[in-house]
Each structure stands twice: as C-alpha cells, then as structure tokens.
C-alpha cells in the first residue's frame, strides 16, 4: 500500500485520490491479516517528520514500512521533475523515526 504523505497534503500528490479510502484500505488489510507491506516514497517538502508520526499511527507494528527516495526526471508532471531528491541520511532519519513510533522501518 503506497502512502504519500499526511492527510494534509495527500491531495497535493495523489490527483485527488482521497486519504479516507487510503485508511480504509489498511483497515481493510488488517482485518484479514493478510501480508503486506507500506510504502513511502520520500517526496522532499511531503514526507517529513510531522508525516511520519502522523502516519505511524495508521501503520500496524508487524508491517514492514519501506522508505525510498523520490526520483524526479520522468514524473508524469514535469513540475516534479525539478524537485532534487532526498538523500540517504535524510531518509535514514525517517526510518529511525518509524523505528522509534514502534513500527518496522525499512529503507529500500
């Protein structure tokens, strides 16, 4: 399940899609129990610290939740394209952070 950002700023990055179907969908996963992951791409200026504490509450413990780098130059958009991407220590400090709220950070 991909996560972009908090409630916030979801709209900014997902074309309208709305963050209330985004938390029934991982209700709806852990009800079932079934496996699956979380994934954030860290979009610099969308995904920061405030984000991810508020997303660790919606993230269940045993889910691995994986980070990975934004990576401008074929976005759909070409505005994003302009945006650099984050770096390694930056996204390392998200996880660390997940880690802390009790959630199985990962970096990919």
Do not use: M
């Not at 129990?33 to 509450?57: I, N, T």
């Not at 070409?78 to 009790?102: C, F, M, Q």
Request: proline share 7%.
């Amino acid at each position: 399940l991909d996560l972009k950002t908090d409630a916030q700023r979801y709209g900014d990055l997902s074309s309208g899609f709305p963050f209330t179907a985004v938390i029934q969908s991982l209700k709806i996963l852990a009800k079932y129990k079934e496996e699956f992951e979380v994934r954030s791409v860290v979009v610099p200026g969308y995904l920061d610290e405030p984000a991810v504490k508020a997303l660790a509450a919606l993230v269940p413990e045993e889910t691995p939740w994986y980070f990975t780098a934004f990576a401008p130059g074929n976005c759909l958009d070409s505005r994003w394209n302009d945006i650099l991407p984050p770096d390694t220590d930056y996204i390392d400090g998200l996880v660390h952070l997940a880690e802390k709220l009790g959630r199985k950070g990962l970096r990919r």
